[in-house]
């Protein structure tokens, strides 16, 4: 049984609509600004319960990076800001922290950012031999978006606990024009 030429534009056209409605829910636009990149790429820093320069393996590292300027996403809840990656990798014997109450962003020497957003919202806890990703969301401050604030040199800082001991970081990422 053939069918007609009108009979199989109507399927061709029917299995098109519908492969364009796939496409276009999965292509949701990026929620970041593309002009911005910076550099280093991440910054690391080890954790180490004995001197630092002895020749044993750090207990931890920590890796910051900064995931990117995002727009304003009202359907996400995360605001216009500047995305911060914290991963955690803990190789040791001890449990690792991070709270995110400890957690600064400054652009340039005196644009501090409001405390951010983060997930989780509590205390990063890494047990033994695991890792752990917090991200954090700095809103950009009150009057000042992506567009208007000077981003050449952002610094986070925080603080990261190796059980009880307190391990003080800084990362500094420079514009990458």
Known sequence: M??????????????????MAIGCKANKPSPYVTKFKF?????????????????TAPAATVTTTIGGVRND????????SIEVRITV????????????????????STLEFPPPQT????TLVVQPSSS?????YFPFPRGETYDTTKLKEVRVTYVAKLDDRSFPQTAVFNYLP
């Open 2 to 19: 053939s069918r007609s030429p009108l009979g199989r534009s109507i399927v061709f056209s029917v299995l098109l609509l519908v492969a």
């Open 39 to 55: 550099m280093p790429p991440a910054h690391t820093a080890e954790l180490r319960v004995d001197q630092p320069y002895a020749n």
């Open 73 to 80: 996403e009202n359907d996400s809840g995360i605001p216009s």
């Open 89 to 108: 990798d803990n190789r040791g014997p001890g449990v690792v922290s991070i709270d995110p109450g400890s957690l600064d962003l400054h652009a340039g």
């Open 119 to 122: 997930e989780p919202s509590s």
């Open 132 to 136: 752990r990703t917090l991200m954090a």
